[in-house]
């Protein structure tokens, strides 16, 4: 059907066209069908029905399908129905719970990154993942199609190793301090991490208060090889371009599952070209793994695909049920991580478990006996910090940024103590949902600063928390929520109250 193009001034994340129903009717294309479009060049798009937008006789076309195919405004265009692809057929035979093949999981992952399929296609085939599982073999196919699919370092000489962590615990800003303390001991680590999702802030997040993250995968490796170490946004690359894809359908869901969880971190971790890997696996209540068991039997499984891949992993089962350091949201973050830095000291929850990853790192990859003790001396002795300025300017930020000159938001509120006691309990998910609340990540400065942690006393009138924001009635949003839900309990003999609300007189 030849069709004039209508240029439609937004961008969307498939390849979309827009059509009158009654053109739509005469070729027989419903919602979510798919199309060749022919004009100076061709691609596939699908098919989206409007009632008003586009006049019969013409087809609205996006402007990424526009620039694919060079179309300009009333072009003639030509569409021509194609059959769904093959992939739909293997997602519904693993949605009936059989197992695929390496070859049908690879078409699978190719169509998702050439954004070939409907979203409620991709959100079958993570259902059905979610709900019959994939054995080792299957998990190793996606993960190898997810690294395939996508760009791959290189390095021609050095010893290449990475650190991830699976999430779930607010405040885990500890690659800010591995990274530069591995990257002082000669070896090489490309951290190429994510954005906060349902976090106040991802690694990348934290790191773009002082650098920029969005580097090209030839701009990660140049500075990895000239200074030792990068903290870099993975969604700048295309480093396993699938599973931004999966993990925007995994999130309205609030699902994880396993296989896409592994194959996630270990194709990224394939991907930067690591031999050797540590992943945290955070245990405890509030975090993605409720008990030690579930993360013994997590680790093993990272593990055998580690191996399967040729990949050296070890995994650290480290304590989540409550926030890494004292600072949740990206600036607070970046302000804690380099602070440390300078000091040489901090919370002990962040040196300590920093450290401990650093000095696994150090051990697997034949550094140090005592891996703990060699990244101790290093960050004691001041070339963590110097390491960090220069992965900073090598990112194009300022080496000379002292921690007090990060900007923090200027709106705050602080929660105080009502009895004396001690703290009972410090609820992760609460102060995820208060920092963001308050503007994290998105404003930089939002976030929530702790003074006490679980154990701690506290007597009447001492703070508690503090709020940080950037804007009066983003403040205002999260105080109401903090008080409606508290995320830090201190106790005498009373636990908490519920309902946690008071009826106002």
């Known amino acids: ?254 699902i994880d599952p396993r296989p896409q969880l592994l194959a996630s971190v270990m194709a990224k971790k394939a991907a930067v070209g690591a031999k050797d890997v540590v992943i945290d696996i955070p245990v405890g209540a509030g975090s993605k793994v409720p008990d030690v068991e579930v993360g013994k039997s997590l680790a093993n499984d990272f593990v055998e695909l580690g191996r399967r891949l040729g990949l050296n992993v070890t995994c650290a089962l480290t304590y989540g049920g409550q926030p890494i350091g004292r600072a949740v949201g990206p600036a607070l973050e970046a302000w804690e991580a380099l602070k440390a830095l300078e000091e040489k000291r901090g919370a002990k929850s962040l040196i300590e478990k920093a450290l401990g990853i650093a000095g696994i790192i150090f051990e697997i990859a034949g550094k140090a006996l005592n891996g703990y003790e060699y990244a101790k001396s290093i960050f004691e002795s001041g070339k963590a910090l110097e390491k960090f300025k220069q992965i900073v300017e090598a990112q194009g930020g300022n080496p000379n940024v002292k921690s007090d000159d990060i900007q923090i938001g200027d709106k705050t509120y602080d929660f105080v103590a009502q009895i004396d006691g001690a703290v009972a309990n410090v609820m992760n998910e609460r102060i995820v949902k208060i920092a963001r609340a308050a503007g994290a990540p998105k404003d930089k400065g939002a976030g929530v600063l702790l003074f006490k942690k679980g154990g701690s006393h506290v007597k009447k009138g001492d703070v508690l928390f503090r709020i940080y924001a950037e804007k009066e009635w983003k403040l205002d949003k999260a105080i109401e929520i903090a008080m409606r839900e508290p995320p830090i309990i201190v106790s005498g003999m009373i636990l908490e109250r519920y309902p946690s609300y008071r009826f106002m007189q």
């Open 1 to 254: 059907m030849i069709l004039k193009a209508k240029i439609i001034p937004i961008k969307t994340g498939k390849h979309t066209v827009i059509m009158n129903q009654s053109d739509a009717d005469e070729i027989g294309l419903f919602e979510g069908d798919r199309v060749r479009i022919i004009s100076k060049k061709s691609t596939v798009a699908l098919v989206q029905i409007s009632v008003g937008l586009i006049e019969k006789g013409e087809v609205g076309i996006c402007m990424g399908v526009a620039e694919e195919c060079m179309i300009s405004d009333g072009d003639e265009v030509n569409l021509i129905p194609i059959p769904k692809p093959k992939s739909v057929e293997y997602i519904r035979k693993k949605l009936d719970g059989k197992k695929l093949s390496r070859d049908e999981i690879y078409e699978i992952v190719r169509d998702i990154v050439n954004d070939t399929l409907t979203e409620i296609e991709l959100t079958t085939f993570v259902l059905s993942s979610h709900i019959h599982g994939m054995d080792f073999d299957e998990i190793e196919w996606l993960t190898r199609a997810m690294v395939e699919t996508g760009d791959v370092l290189t390095f021609e000489g050095g010893t290449v190793v990475d650190k991830h962590s699976i999430g779930g615990v607010p405040g885990n800003k500890i690659s800010l301090i591995v990274v530069p303390v591995v990257a002082s001991a000669g070896l090489l680590i490309p951290k190429t991490s994510s954005r906060a999702i349902t976090s106040a802030s991802g690694t990348a997040d934290t790191m773009e208060v002082l650098a920029n993250v969005n580097l090209s995968i030839e701009e990660i490796k140049e500075i990895t090889e000239r200074v030792g170490g990068v903290i870099a946004w993975t969604g700048a690359t295309n480093i396993a371009p699938a599973d931004d894809k999966i993990i925007k359908v995994e999130y309205p869901l609030a």
